[in-house]
């Protein structure tokens, strides 16, 4: 049984595209997150939700607005989709309270052309 | 300067080897300390964490934190082939933001 799981799991785009990403977890936990990872495999927090409502929200531009239909689901839609968003983004979930202990998706594989 | 810094590698060692990992840090807020195993095209795994200096043992692996020196090492005993991989630490503040360092790809030669 996958526990954190994400589609799609390759995206190949071209600039100036809208595209979604979504996440689904079914530990039962109450907080998730959505990490980019670039080519150098440097992995860098962009949002967490804790039960549907934003309590991280890095340096991102607004292009990416995450969603959480309910606390299974933390989706992420971009928008005007640019060469630099090429990159692996990775959900992650955990108890609340408990950052310390995530659990990783498999990764979505951006590719903007 | 980043904040935690991680030798990228490649480390190459022959199994059965004794394998360090190590990151320093520059934040002395840090309390958390975690180090996650990742596969190629694979999500990061969690192996250890750890919030004390010290050392912490699980299985084959010890992690070990030195909070004065800003220093924290994962050792690896009798490493193994399905060893390798990328191996990221990880560290968080009263924020609970986790902070990465960029990784160290271990590869362990049959």
Redesign the interface.
């Known amino acids: 049984d996958t526990a954190v799981s994400q589609t799609p799991k390759y995206l190949v785009t071209q600039m100036g595209n809208d595209k979604s990403i979504k996440c689904e977890q079914n530990l039962g936990h109450d907080t998730m997150y959505w990490y980019k990872q670039d080519s150098k495999k440097f992995l860098k927090i962009m949002f967490s939700y804790n039960n549907k409502e934003l309590i991280i929200n890095e340096t991102v531009p607004n292009r990416f607005s995450p969603k959480s239909p309910d606390k299974a689901h933390l989706n992420l839609h971009i928008n005007s989709l640019e060469l630099g968003d090429s990159a692996v983004y990775f959900c992650a979930s955990s108890q609340v309270g408990r950052a310390d202990t995530q659990y990783f998706g498999p990764g979505t594989r951006l590719t903007v052309l | 300067q980043k904040e935690v810094e991680q030798d ?1 590698g490649p480390l190459s060692v022959p199994e059965g080897a004794i394998v360090s990992l190590n990151c320093t840090y520059s934040n002395s807020a840090f309390q ?1 300390f ?1 180090w ?1 195993r ?1 596969y190629s ?6 192996l250890m ?1 750890t ?1 004390s200096s010290g050392n912490k043992e699980d299985g084959r692996f010890t992690a070990q934190v030195d909070k004065s020196s800003k220093y924290i090492s994962l050792f690896i005993r009798d490493s193994q082939p399905s060893d390798s991989a ?1 191996y ?1 630490c990880a560290m ?1 503040d009263s ?4 902070i ?1 360092g ?2 160290t790809r271990l590869l362990v030669r049959p």
């Open positions: 990228p958390y975690m996650y990742q095209r694979k999500g990061p795994e969690l964490y919030y990328t990221l968080m924020s609970y933001k986790l990465f960029s990784g």
